[in-house]
């Protein structure tokens, strides 16, 4: 997983969005957020980012199904929350994916403060990935364990918006294997998307990035 920039062109869709999202009450989406099945008030934060945690996690093997077993967190996409925020996040959506070539989101993400998503590794939705994420001051953050090393490696999120792209592997790639969690101590929105196709994912990142990424595989 690296960071790549985000081009002038995007951060002309992606800003208005993030400005008129946080202005916003949110404390709907807290409450959906705590409503979670995935929440359990057993854990924390600090606890579901943990390197004691990620034993856990990495000792079920293949009992693991892949997506995170505790979040606390909120994804748009389920549509439960107050309509002006639907009328607002689905013509974005679209528009965001038209100018990245995508056919859906994988996640449209909210995070209150103190939310998180723990250690997980999405064997079973493996592809190459995109994560744009915006912190407004820079307090998210996202984790993972170099899938050949196993060394935890932290990326703290810059202020605004950013972007991280990468790989996640299959069961049946043992090297590949990709456990990574995220976290936040402020407001936060991740939008991921899952590529199929290695030239597609790079077509996609040239997009958001505003430079070639040939070079990435």
């Known amino acids: 997983m690296i960071f790549t920039n985000v081009s002038k062109e995007l ?36 606890w579901a980012t943990s390197d004691e945690y990620l034993d856990d996690i990495v000792a079920k093997d293949g009992a693991h199904e892949g997506y995170p077993e505790i979040s606390y967190s909120y994804d748009l996409q389920a549509g439960d929350h107050p309509k002006h925020f639907q009328d607002k996040y689905r013509p974005f959506s679209t528009e965001l994916c038209n100018f990245l070539g995508a056919r859906n989101e994988a996640v449209h993400v909210f995070y209150p403060k103190t939310g998180y998503m723990g250690w997980h590794n999405n064997w079973n939705a493996h592809g190459y990935n995109i994560l744009l994420s915006y912190s407004e001051n820079g307090r998210g953050f996202f984790k993972y364990r170099d899938p050949k090393t196993h060394e935890v490696i932290l990326m ?21 294997v990709y456990y990574h969690c995220a976290g936040s101590w402020e407001p936060r929105l991740t939008l991921g998307y899952v590529i199929p196709h290695l030239g597609l994912w790079q077509s996609m990142v040239a997009d958001i990035s505003g430079e070639s990424a040939d070079h990435l595989s």
């Open 156 to 176: 703290q999120d810059p202020k605004g918006w950013s972007c991280k792209v990468g790989y996640y592997g299959r069961g049946r790639e043992p090297d590949k």
């Open 11 to 46: 951060l002309e869709i992606l800003e208005p969005y993030s400005d008129w999202f946080f202005q916003q009450d949110l404390s709907p989406l807290e409450e959906l957020a705590t409503k979670n099945p995935k929440n359990d008030s057993l854990y924390q934060l600090g």
